[in-house]
């Protein structure tokens, strides 16, 4: 759904950029996250691409 450098909005957060697309391994299941950086602040956040429909994370 989402690419590395797409520019995003994170409702509760604001406009943030993905950095790194990575998989990881969360209670023995194979899981894709977006690592997020904030860019009004120092924020960086890691998010699992499956929770992005329900957090409201956009273009």
Do not use: W
Request: charged fraction near 20%.
């Amino acid at each position: 759904m989402f690419n590395i450098g797409d520019r995003i909005v994170y409702p509760r957060q604001g406009v943030g950029v993905i950095n790194l697309i990575e998989e990881k391994e969360f209670n023995g299941k194979l899981q894709k996250y977006y690592n997020i950086q904030i860019l009004h602040n120092s924020l960086k956040l890691m998010l699992p691409a499956s929770s992005a429909e329900t957090c409201h994370l956009r273009h």
